[in-house]
Antibody, heavy 127, light 107 residues
Framework: QVQLQESGPGLVKPSQTLTLSCNVS??????????WTWIRQYPGKGLEWIGY???????NYNPSLRSRLSIAVDTSTNQFSLRLSSVTAADAAVYYC???????????????????WGQGTVVTVSS | DIQLTQSPSSLSASVGDRVTITCRAS??????LNWYHQQPGKAPALLIYAVSTLYRGVPSRFSGSGSGTEFTLTITSLRPEDVGTYYCQQSYSTVYTFGQGTKLEIK
């Protein structure tokens, strides 16, 4: 069973770059079968999908964040990371790393779902 | 982006009750609809994917139905551990989106 654990600074100054890492255990980031995903949850509880790197290395970012966002996988440490530049107060949230699994629906298509989640890390943006 | 609207935003029910939550999409998403349950202080957990397929280990009192733009999550015989917030999520478009959540409390 895959387990995920976020790490990174809990406090970031406005205009700086937020960098978070996600340690993967119980599986390998390059073994296939998952899209390595970041999601955030605002204090008012809304969930926002940030983006993912697929098991083939392709990237898919939320267009609202694309110009500031970078997601990468490090096979040497079995981790994946998020970098978000030029942060503002609007970026304050709980950040979750997650594993998006998928399964064939036959002729219907491929079903994607987020089946593993980290515990979440709180990010505050303040000077 | 595809918008998902859940109703109600909150509800209170008694142990043993049948509960239904609705999720409406701003455009057709076929059957690319998942449901999650978030207990207080925890990360969301997958309940159902592809509208009606129970994720492993999820009790059979949970069920999902629908297609196109209207979907429902039903909990038969509500249990105390079912409290928390329920979210729908679509994977039809490349920009995944979530509903705003339905908070379920026990009377």
């Amino acid at each position: 069973q895959v387990q995920l654990q976020e790490s990174g600074p809990g406090l970031v100054k406005p205009s700086q770059t937020l960098t978070l890492s996600c340690n993967v255990s119980g599986g390998s980031v390059n073994s296939g079968g998952f899209y390595w995903t970041w999601i955030r949850q605002y204090p008012g509880k809304g969930l926002e999908w940030i983006g993912y790197m697929s098991d083939t290395g392709s990237l898919n970012y939320n267009p609202s964040l694309r110009s500031r966002l970078s997601i990468a996988v490090d096979t040497s440490t079995n981790q994946f990371s998020l970098r978000l530049s030029s942060v503002t107060a609007a970026d304050a949230a709980v950040y979750y790393c997650a594993a998006c699994g998928y399964t064939s629906g036959g002729s219907t298509g491929v079903w994607y779902f987020i089946d593993y989640w980290g515990q979440g890390t709180v990010v505050t943006v303040s000077s | 982006d595809i918008q998902l609207t859940q109703s109600p935003s909150s509800l209170s029910a008694s142990v043993g009750d049948r509960v239904t939550i609705t999720c409406r999409a701003s455009e057709s998403i076929s059957k690319y609809l998942n449901w999650y349950h978030q207990q207080p202080g925890k990360a969301p957990a997958l309940l159902i994917y592809a509208v009606s397929t129970l994720y492993r280990g999820v009790p059979s009192r949970f069920s999902g139905s629908g297609s196109g733009t209207e979907f429902t999550l039903t909990i038969t015989s509500l249990r105390p551990e079912d409290v928390g917030t329920y979210y729908c999520q679509q994977s039809y478009s490349t920009v995944y989106t979530f509903g705003q959540g339905t908070k379920l409390e026990i009377k």
